[in-house]
């Protein structure tokens, strides 16, 4: 669902092409989706399958291989909708991190210790960049920006943070 939802979203804002799907999803969400290239393809195929999707023309650049610029259909628009409107109604608010701390118990004390001193600092890390983030997101237009998703991430590190701290 993830990778539907990030194709057509990235589609919404307009026309792209295979490669250029991938490099706006490292561009905005590569600390926080990890998805495969040959799964966007894949994805896409399936969306032009589902009818969502339509290629409207191919660019070729040089000696590479011709490519295939897609466009998102009313059927698309309408199936993204829904897609969302089940994600925010029915998706359990889990962290990938949920997992390890299933586990964490069965760590040594020293183990334990290091998971979060190395936790505190990857944590820091994450939060000088969507810091910087937060300031080039503000100066974007409002249609550009991904000033929410920085925020939200910003607001999710430091609680986290205060939870490291915590078990200090």
Not at 117 to 138: F, T
């Amino acid at each position: 669902m993830k990778i539907e939802i990030t194709i057509l979203g990235l589609l919404m804002e307009g026309n792209l092409y295979g490669y250029e799907i991938k490099k706006k999803i490292v561009e905005r969400l590569k600390d926080y989706v990890d998805i495969k290239f040959g799964s966007i393809y894949y994805a896409i195929k399936k969306a032009v399958e589902n009818d969502w999707v339509q290629r409207v023309g191919t660019e070729k650049d040089g000696g590479n291989p011709e490519r295939y610029i897609y466009e998102i259909k009313p059927a698309g628009r309408k199936h993204y909708k829904k897609m969302l409107k089940q994600y925010f109604e029915h998706n359990l608010i889990h962290f990938d991190i949920d997992i390890v701390l299933m586990f964490f118990n069965t760590l040594t004390k020293e183990q334990k210790e290091q998971f979060v001193e190395d936790r505190i600092e990857s944590v820091k890390e994450k939060l000088v960049e969507i810091k910087e983030k937060i300031s080039e997101s503000a100066k974007l237009p409002a249609e550009s920006s991904q000033l929410h998703l920085y925020t939200y991430l910003d607001n999710h590190l430091k609680s986290e943070m205060t939870w490291l701290k915590s078990l200090k």
